[in-house]
């Protein structure tokens, strides 16, 4: 993915008002029981996009929490999010890269991230920066989408022509993170499901927050060729022998 159509492809995303991973509330609840976050805990989410996770972090689970994420209109409509939904004083933003984090070592319990290192070449110097800014004991976790197994050439062009990234399985996950040095790892794949992604995108955003991301949707297409494009390969390119090869991952690891 060149740096050119990465940074047009997450100002499309941005304009939108909504980030997605798929496993969507089911894939975060898990990511929140696999890294023992819990009340009072200090979580940096790495590619918070507009910070739907970091606020329901400090709703629900009551922890404090730093989001990231490489794009300014992300940050701008996180802190939009976090003032609208009352956790001003919980939650912090900033840009910045996950591959050089802006912070100490050893100051989070938690590193998490949400479909961020499929974007990534270089997987391994990411992993490398969460593990330095998390706490001796302290977990490093992701969803990612991961192959359920090998796809054909045909596959995997359309899925990198899709997101614009490269998965892995769930051997290549775990073993990225160990190679890194992380201890305990644990995670596994899951299939895709239609309709729990779409009740989680309801969960996460509410039924006014949907409405207006559908419009910005089509106020972009009618207006934009390159939006038009990314609808085309990120929507259009979705297909039943496409989901039957390709899921999503929960993993988490402990630093030693």
Same mark, same amino acid.
């Given at each position: 993915?060149?740096?050119?159509?990465?940074?047009? =492809?997450?100002? +499309? @995303?941005?304009?939108?008002?909504?980030?997605?991973?798929?496993?969507?509330?089911?894939? $975060?609840?898990?990511?929140?029981?696999?890294?023992? @976050?819990?009340?009072?805990? =200090? %979580?940096?989410?790495?590619?918070?996009?507009?910070?739907?996770? *970091?606020?329901?972090?400090?709703?629900?689970?009551?922890?404090?929490?730093?989001?990231?994420?490489?794009?300014?209109?992300? @940050?701008?409509?996180?802190?939009?999010?976090?003032?609208?939904?009352?956790?001003?004083?919980?939650?912090?933003?900033?840009?910045?890269?996950?591959?050089?984090? *802006?912070?100490?070592?050893?100051? +989070?319990?938690? %590193? @998490?991230?949400?479909?961020?290192?499929?974007? +990534?070449?270089?997987?391994?110097?990411?992993?490398?920066?969460?593990?330095?800014?998390?706490?001796?004991?302290? =977990?490093?976790?992701?969803?990612?989408? $991961?192959?359920?197994?090998?796809?054909? *050439?045909?596959?995997?062009? $359309?899925?990198?022509?899709?997101?614009?990234?490269?998965?892995?399985?769930?051997?290549?996950?775990?073993?990225?993170?160990?190679?890194?040095?992380?201890?305990?790892?644990?995670?596994?794949?899951?299939?895709?499901?239609?309709?729990?992604?779409?009740?989680?995108? +309801?969960?996460? =955003?509410?039924?006014?927050?949907?409405?207006?991301?559908?419009?910005?949707?089509?106020?972009?297409?009618?207006?934009?060729?390159?939006?038009?494009?990314?609808?085309?390969?990120?929507?259009?390119?979705?297909?039943?022998?496409?989901?039957? %090869?390709?899921?999503?991952?929960?993993?988490?690891?402990?630093?030693?």
């Amino acid at each position: 993915m060149s740096s050119e159509i990465a940074r047009d =492809y997450f100002e +499309f @995303i941005a304009n939108l008002g909504m980030t997605k991973h798929y496993g969507s509330m089911e894939a $975060t609840r898990e990511l929140v029981e696999l890294c023992r @976050i819990g009340n009072g805990k =200090y %979580v940096l989410d790495v590619g918070c996009g507009v910070g739907a996770t *970091p606020c329901y972090l400090a709703k629900a689970v009551g922890c404090r929490v730093m989001g990231i994420d490489l794009v300014d209109k992300m @940050i701008e409509q996180s802190r939009e999010r976090a003032k609208a939904e009352g956790v001003e004083d919980r939650v912090e933003f900033k840009v910045a890269d996950a591959r050089k984090l *802006p912070f100490e070592d050893n100051l +989070f319990d938690a %590193v @998490i991230m949400e479909s961020v290192n499929i974007f +990534f070449d270089d997987k391994s110097q990411a992993m490398r920066e969460y593990i330095r800014v998390a706490k001796p004991g302290g =977990y490093v976790g992701m969803t990612e989408m $991961t192959w359920l197994k090998s796809p054909s *050439p045909e596959l995997e062009a $359309t899925f990198k022509s899709m997101v614009y990234a490269q998965a892995l399985d769930v051997s290549g996950w775990k073993d990225l993170m160990e190679e890194a040095g992380l201890m305990d790892i644990v995670g596994s794949a899951h299939r895709i499901d239609i309709t729990l992604e779409s009740k989680g995108r +309801f969960e996460r =955003y509410g039924r006014w927050g949907i409405m207006k991301v559908l419009l910005k949707t089509l106020a972009m297409v009618l207006s934009d060729r390159r939006s038009r494009q990314f609808m085309r390969d990120g929507v259009g390119a979705v297909s039943k022998d496409l989901l039957d %090869v390709v899921g999503y991952g929960v993993y988490a690891g402990r630093k030693g």
